[in-house]
C-alpha cells in the first residue's frame, strides 16, 4: 500500500513465559516498558476526502483501551496465551482490526533494542 501512518503508544505490565529452562530470565516473574507501534495504509485511491489514511484522533479509542485495560497488569493474567512480544502484537491486531480496518501491522517492543512485528 502506498500510504501508510503509524502511531506510538506505551503501557507497562508484568509477565512470566511458559516454556523457558527454569533458569532463563524469562521465566521468572518480570515486566517491562512496553511500546505498541499500529501502522494503518491504504492504496492510492483510498485516502478520505481530506487526504488522510486515518485521523489520528481516531486512535485515542485504542489508547484508552490500553491504558484501561492493559496497563499495569499482569499479562498471564489478562490473555490466554503466552504473553511473547510476538503473541501480543497478532492478538492486538486481531483485537483492532475490525475497529481499524486499514491496519496492516503492529509492532510490541520490550525494550529499546527489540522489535516483534505483525504484519498479516
Aim: charged share 25%.
Amino acid at each position: 500500500m502506498p500510504f501508510g501512518i503509524s502511531k506510538e503508544f506505551h503501557f507497562s505490565a508484568s509477565h512470566r513465559l511458559d516454556g523457558l529452562a527454569p533458569d532463563h530470565q524469562c521465566s521468572r516473574l518480570h515486566g517491562h516498558n512496553y511500546i505498541v507501534e499500529l501502522t494503518l495504509s491504504v492504496g492510492t485511491d483510498n485516502l478520505g476526502k481530506v487526504g488522510f489514511v486515518r485521523d489520528y484522533g481516531d486512535l485515542k479509542e485504542f489508547s484508552r483501551w490500553l491504558d484501561g485495560e492493559v496497563d499495569h497488569r499482569h499479562l498471564n493474567d489478562l490473555v490466554p496465551f503466552n504473553p511473547t512480544a510476538e503473541n501480543l502484537c497478532r492478538w492486538i491486531y486481531e483485537r483492532w482490526t475490525s475497529r481499524y480496518p486499514e491496519l496492516s501491522a503492529v509492532r510490541v517492543s520490550e525494550t529499546v533494542k527489540t522489535w516483534a512485528e505483525y504484519k498479516p
